[in-house]
């Protein structure tokens, strides 16, 4: 099954700046979501792309797919102390004759310095 | 007001005893999860439950066992401990199996096998 992998693994940026966090995918996808976990905290969902949409807003948050590329990413405008985080890339993969499931990337941890 | 609870959020305990951890969604949502997250943050799908029924099961040792009494809850029951059980354990909930829908997380149970 395919697997979203984020880049950077760490990201250290001052308040203020924008951060970028890049996800590759292997397979063809459906829609990919990215997600914000705060340290000892659940998922939180942040946005969710269609595979024919190029690019979505929300607030700070800009994801772009380019699903030729097999690529994502995010960008957080104007960063705050308070956007410290790991950031989780999902796929969904589903094969036939089985079930729809998220796969998650293994994360880009963001800190935002004061 | 909690959307996704979990009990206990922390359990420690000894290898070879049986443990038990309880989600509870107040979403209305008809699909719940279980996610192991591991010591480096990677988030795997165990068990999914639809309507009570399961539809995902992964490759997970049968020591594990979940069970849904009604689509409001999904409970996790490990059997005869192992260190390499120490993780996070996630309860998410959905609308419905599809990777369209965005997860809803529980805080977590932070599981210690000494």
């Known amino acids: 099954s395919q697997q979203g992998e984020e880049d950077p693994q760490a990201l250290s940026i001052q308040e203020g700046e924008n951060a970028t966090m890049n996800c590759s995918y292997k397979?063809?996808?459906?829609?990919l979501q990215w997600y914000r976990q705060n340290s000892g905290r659940g998922l939180v969902h942040l946005i969710l792309i269609r595979s024919n949409e190029r690019e979505k807003h929300s607030g700070r948050l800009r994801v772009t797919l380019d699903t030729s590329k097999k690529s994502s990413s995010l960008l957080i405008t104007a960063s705050r102390a308070a956007d410290t985080a790991s950031y989780f890339c999902?796929?969904?993969?589903?094969?036939?004759?089985?079930?729809?499931?998220?796969?998650f990337g293994k994360g880009t941890l963001l800190t935002v310095n004061p | 007001d909690t959307a996704v609870s979990q009990t206990p959020k922390y359990l420690v305990t000894q290898m070879g005893n049986d443990k038990s951890i309880k989600c509870e969604q107040n979403?209305?949502?008809?699909?719940m999860y279980w996610y192991k997250q591991d010591s480096k943050k990677f988030l795997k799908i165990m068990f999914s439950y639809n309507n009570k029924e399961l539809i995902i099961n992964e490759t997970v040792p049968n020591r594990f066992s979940p069970k849904s009494p009604d689509k409001a809850h999904l409970n996790l029951h490990i059997n005869s401990l192992e260190l390499g059980d120490s993780a996070v354990y996630f309860c998410?909930?959905?609308?419905?199996?599809?990777?369209?829908?965005?997860?809803?997380f529980g805080p977590g149970t932070r599981l210690t096998v000494t």
């Open positions: 999902a796929t969904d993969d589903w094969e036939e004759g089985s079930n729809y499931k998220l796969t």
């Open positions: 998410a909930s959905s609308q419905g199996p599809t990777g369209f829908d965005e997860q809803y």
């Open positions: 397979t063809s996808i459906n829609n």
């Open positions: 979403l209305g949502h008809d699909t």
